[in-house]
């Protein structure tokens, strides 16, 4: 029998080295693949070498998931090479490829750098990036070179003329008072013997430039910009040179004469300056630079990936206009930017590119980007074009082109997608190409809108981290790619941004929001991020400690809704969104809804009650877990006072009501049925269309097959009227629209301003296809056992899905063929899975591969029950 081991991973980190550590004692995962399915791991040995020792820790146990660092801390900047091997039975595996980790400077003393900016920073309509840079002398022997940079700002650095990384609007952007992330690089290939060149393009981004809707704000971080950042160059025997900004560095302006994430760049080509961060370069016409007030305390390291370039994208059809206009259409609504290519340009001559989501009248259509301008301009200086704009961003499929005088097959344009670049980690495919297009629109609206943070939509002057919104799209998100960092590192600035009576903002970081946002004030779904995500991190990765850092945030969430509620038990008072943006609201009201918004508030406040007392057992916290137990107890049995009528109904009969009633368990186990029942009478009252909003769509198509009507919901998930998700792939959307009617069905644009076409909240459906269609689902936090369950329907004849567990590869693919249903699942090795045939058998499996068929049977639960009767 043969045990392989994979290269273990620190911390939330992808394998590979892993710099920057921002913990002395990181945790470790693995993964193993046994040949025999029934192997199981007892115990594990981590060797670990560092300063040229290596020594070996043997621990018994099966864990290989978040397992504690076994050595002494590492110290600031300690480098440790690692290697894993496992025990099992009679085998020993060999031993893993060795993983190198480096924690970062763990202390805000370890810092010398000072933060340096340009002198002169206009508040203008777009602050103009600057260059920065310094020449040093770097020894003959460096055998290792770190970077470690940040700013106040947006940066990209380089070394020697070479790019450093190929992350994009680094560092991101945190809440920036409470967290500022530095990120570390190797550019040990980089330095050359004696002299050297370092440098740094500095601009706006969200710290300074002008960000939010309704005009946005300016400098609400900051009215001044500044670059951070500390070289460390290790000679043969170990002697460390460091070089760090300071009063010594010098400044210019770049060519870049304008720039925001809202409203794009404008790109002199004629005042590039060759060689400018090449050492040689003549730097005297340069300004000293200033140096800027700096806090290290606040430097953390990242938690997940970075934002980089992840597809590239060629345009479909291009149309010329008139006044020498072109209009490209990508196929595919995206977050990015364009990138010119020409051999050759007229000296002068100005490139405009505009940008936008959706066409009328066969132009781009702008009115949804509210007032983000996103125009990129380029004027050329008469030699080759190689250009993409460097600080900005947009949403758009479709892109004008103007100014161009040559032959429009000379320039080349490309759609750069960018987002953080999560590791994917799940697939789903069907016998419905719509079903499939319908998944690949919910990837690609999570692909636009994780950049960075969880944002609502990439196209308009807004882009926030609404906390409703990725609080009922995270099982989905967790089900398609590793967010298990990208969000850890989010929930820690909601922790730092919820106000002290426990109020979680609307979104997060916080940024003014006129006067329907501000003062802040505590709202169901949206709050409930605090208690829920965390909780569904714990149950894809088996994360203790996202639990841990959280924990203070969720409870102080829950303590203020038990003091709004009151004796009562009741969420009745307040400004509550609801079921936001319910089909039937109105284009100037999104908070109209058939759903009672006090019969939503209320149930949240059971359901995330009920989490928290889970999650409080979770970290031991035994008398905690019994309180709020306790506490849900009376909240339910004041919902069920208030809303639950005799035999399954709701007083407030509508599907969002019941979608959540079902789905947190609000309803007694002899009410299920009826309650599923009547919530599918609903949806085919109104002819299997949809009738939820932000609230009630994450959890109407899993309420029904609870209660017992899966033939409901692909009733539900396959209708092509409007409103229903299939209505917005038959119109052409390519990602998830914010409105179920954000195109209208003659073709024009809702009016409503609240109207995206990618914003991701309504595809959380996703989730369903993966546990209900496909059939994988965890049983314990992390995929430690799995559970496959898959319901066929709706007329598909197969389905499939693979998961990237923390463990391994799971799978599975079913088909409907000659009476026959046919299940093959893989279970990865040191996991079990329970498997639930379409019958009802049920078995128990481990490790390995599993098939299993059974006579096709007619779809479960089709029978109509009387609603209202016992």
Partial sequence: MTVVVEQPRFERRDS??????????????????????????????????????TRVFEVAGSDSVFVPWPDEPLRSREVAEVRVRVHGGDTVSEWSVPAVGEAGLLSPADWTAQAVGPGAQPDDRDGRPALLRRAFDAPADVVRAVLRATAHGVFEAELNGHRVGDDVLAPGWTAYQHRLRV??????????????????????????????????????YGDRTSFFAELELTGADGTVTTVVTDASWRTHPSPIERSGLYDGERHIAAEHLPGWSRPGFDDAGWEPVTVEPFDTSLLVAPDGPPVRRTAELRPVSATPLDGGRVLLDFGQNLAGRLRLRASSSVAGEQLTLRHAEVLQGGELYTRTL????????????????????????????????????????????????????????????????????????????????????????????????????????????????????????????????????????????????????TPIKPGAVWGDAAVLTPWVLYQHYGDRQVLADQYDSGRAWVDLLERLAGPSRLWNTGMQLGDWLDPTAPPEDPTVAETDKYLV?????????????????????????????????????????????????????????????????LFDADELAHAGAALAELVAENGYRIGTGFAGTPLIADALSKGGRTDAAYRLLLERECPS??????????????????????????????????????????????????????????????????????????????????????????????????????????????????????????????????????????????????
């Fill in 601 to 665: 508030a209320s149930a949240y406040f059971e359901h995330s009650t009920r989490v928290l007392s889970l999650i409080a057992a979770e970290l031991g916290h035994d008398a905690d877990a019994e309180r709020y137990r306790a506490l849900a107890e009376e909240v339910r049995a004041a919902f069920r006072r208030e809303y639950v009528l005799p035999g399954g109904r709701l007083s407030n009969h509508a599907q969002a009501a019941y979608a959540l009633a079902i789905a947190f368990d």
């Fill in 183 to 220: 990120a570390s690089y190797d550019v040990t290939d980089l330095v050359q013997p004696g002299a050297n060149a370092l440098g740094a393009w500095l601009g706006d981004g969200w710290y300074r430039g002008r960000i939010g809707f309704d005009g946005g704000t300016r400098g609400f």
């Fill in 370 to 517: 509210r007032l983000a301008a996103s125009v990129d301009e380029y004027v050329a200086d008469g030699g080759p074009i190689d250009w993409e704009p460097r600080f900005t961003i947009h949403g758009f499929r479709y892109a004008e082109v103007s100014g161009w005088s040559g032959d429009p097959r000379d320039l080349e344009v490309v759609a750069v997608a960018i987002h953080s670049d999560m590791r994917r980690t799940g697939t789903f495919s069907s016998s419905d190409p719509l079903v499939d297009r319908l998944h690949e629109n919910v990837l690609w609206s999570m692909r636009s809108n994780f950049v960075d943070i969880p944002t609502d939509c990439p196209q308009r002057d807004e882009r926030l981290g609404w906390t409703g919104d990725i609080q009922v799209f995270a099982p989905t998100a967790a089900g398609l790619y590793d967010v298990s960092g990208f969000l850890a590192s989010w929930l820690k600035d909601v922790a730092a941004e919820q106000l002290p009576d426990g109020t979680v903002p609307w979104y997060v970081p916080v940024i003014p929001g006129g006067d329907f946002w």
């Fill in 725 to 870: 998700w299939l209505y917005t792939v038959l119109s052409g959307g390519t990602t998830i629209w914010e409105r179920w009617d954000s195109l209208l069905p003659d073709g024009t644009v809702n009016p409503g301003e609240m109207t995206s076409f990618n914003h991701y909240a309504l595809g959380s459906v996703a989730d369903w296809l993966h546990t209900t269609v496909a059939g994988i689902a965890p049983l314990e936090p992390g995929f430690r056992r799995l559970r496959f369950a898959p319901q066929p329907g709706g007329g598909l004849t197969r389905a499939s899905r693979e998961l990237e567990t923390p463990y391994g590869r799971a799978s599975v693919a079913w088909t409907l063929a000659d009476g026959v249903f046919d299940l093959a699942v893989e279970v990865p090795t040191a996991t079990t899975a329970e498997v639930v045939l379409p019958s009802g058998r049920t078995e128990q499996v481990g490790a390995g591969r599993h098939r299993f068929t059974e006579p096709a049977t007619a779809p479960l639960h089709s029978e109509t029950l009387a609603v209202g009767t016992p």
């Fill in 16 to 53: 590979g080295p892993a710099l920057g550590i921002g913990v002395a004692a990181p945790r470790l995962s693995w993964r193993t693949a046994a040949t025999d399915r029934d192997w199981t791991q007892t115990g594990y040995e981590v060797e670990v070498t560092r300063a040229g020792e």
